[in-house]
């Protein structure tokens, strides 16, 4: 199997604090993910080390190792979006790429969702539902999707997101009719966000994201199997569609879409329907006519035969059902409680301290612990009733008196 080594260091929002660690706050000057010495200082020290350790393993394909491609930063080109392309982000970004490349990994570089000022020397590549619209911004690079979305995270008080098998074959194929080289799904295994690992915006510690592994490693079906035979496919025309030319050919409607590869005495063609409401009946040069569904592509590998349509599933389908692991709960199941072995700032005397502010919990806790209390006095008389008014931007509040709760407001942002 091959791998793509995504470094970082930052590495997404569900993770907590971005996969940074807190401490790096305490240094004099930190200013995260800029033109900033004192972040770029260690950045590329936990880059090397990274590196080091993984060619000292002989893990880069050039070692003859699994590792193909390596990736740097992490979808910094939305952050330039809302920084309006700032001089310091482009010269942040730039920087990254330079370091990146020292490090004489022997394989490409990768930068995801950098279609702005790309750096030379590094691929842009695309994450979304679909990339088959995207293309990278210079001509002499292959069109790469590092993450094809297979579900969505969770998050608390949220329904759990699902995405068809169907509508995922149909983005893969639309992907590899439109020139795609390489397709990463994200997530192809789902997971499990353990301790206080899961971070923002509200995620749950379960990451399992619909995909075709759940959590656990069970098979959910039909998605796995619609894309394996998907997969079977594709891997049958790859020499095609790496080396091959090419011939896209719009049926009336720039929905409808027959893509013909040619290489040597072979061929083979994609028919896209973008329509989402009808099916449409194409013609191709042989004069055969094939109906091809709504929202789907068909893939014929040597442009007469239907060997796989996005919207029809033979794979059978499969429903996990959760249940008991047994039939009556005995006491052994009971619920029991334990206290929480809290980190020492929260019970010796440094946890306790006087403000008449709210703190910036991170800063306060160092980010060992997801809770602040906040204790204040007054007193009643009995005339009319209190509002409690709390500026702040956390996700839960809770509020009690005299040791009863009296009110809450979760999932406040």
């Not at 590495?11 to 790096?24: K, Q, S, T, V």
């Not at 879409?257 to 194409?282: G, H, P, Q, R, W």
């Not at 006095?377 to 509020?399: D, I, P, Q, W």
Request: net charge negative; proline share 5%.
């Amino acid at each position: 199997m091959y791998a793509i080594l995504r470094i970082g260091p930052y590495i997404c929002g569900e993770w907590n604090y971005g996969g940074l660690p807190a401490w790096l706050r305490d240094i004099s000057g930190m200013q995260f993910r800029m033109h900033n010495n004192p972040f770029e200082q260690e950045m590329e020290t936990f880059t090397t080390l990274i590196v080091d350790k993984l060619k000292e393993a002989k893990m880069f394909a050039g070692q003859g190792g699994p590792i193909i491609l390596s990736q740097i930063e992490n979808e910094y080109g939305n952050v330039m979006d809302k920084l309006n392309n700032d001089e310091s982000a482009s010269e942040y970004i730039h920087w990254c790429a330079a370091m990146a490349n020292k490090q004489n990994v022997g394989v490409p570089w990768i930068m995801c969702q950098q279609d702005q000022d790309v750096p030379p020397n590094v691929i842009n590549t695309c994450n979304g539902f679909y990339c088959h619209d995207w293309f990278p911004k210079r001509t002499d690079i292959p069109k790469i999707w590092t993450e094809n979305w297979t579900g969505w995270f969770k998050a608390w008080d949220k329904p759990d997101f699902h995405r068809s098998a169907e509508d995922i074959a149909f983005s893969v194929a639309m992907f590899f009719q439109t020139r795609g080289s390489l397709q990463n799904y994200y997530m192809y295994h789902g997971g499990t966000n353990f301790g206080r690992t899961s971070g923002g915006p509200y995620i749950t510690t379960s990451y399992d994201y619909d995909a075709p592994l759940d959590e656990y490693g069970n098979i959910r079906q039909p998605k796995y199997g619609h894309l394996k035979d998907l997969h079977n496919v594709l891997k049958s025309m790859e020499k095609i569609l790496l080396h091959g030319d090419y011939k896209d050919t719009t049926m009336g409607n720039t929905n409808v879409m027959v893509t013909k590869y040619t290489l040597d005495n072979s061929s083979a063609c994609f028919i896209s329907n973008k329509f989402d409401d009808k099916e449409v009946n194409v013609t191709l040069d042989d004069g055969a006519t094939h109906v091809v569904p709504a929202w789907s592509v068909s893939i014929l590998p040597d442009c007469k035969t239907v060997a796989y349509n996005s919207a029809k599933i033979k794979t059978q389908t499969s429903v996990m059902v959760k249940r008991p692991g047994v039939e009556t709960v005995t006491d052994g199941l009971a619920w029991s409680w334990m206290p929480e072995n809290l980190h020492p700032f929260m019970t010796d005397e440094k946890g306790n301290f006087r403000k008449n502010e709210l703190l910036e919990q991170i800063a306060t806790s160092g980010d060992q612990s997801d809770y602040l209390w906040y204790r204040t006095s007054l007193e009643h008389k009995g005339e009319s009733n209190y509002k409690l008014h709390v500026n702040t931007t956390g996700h839960e509040l809770y509020a009690f008196v005299n040791g009863k709760l009296v009110g809450e407001r979760p999932n406040i942002l």
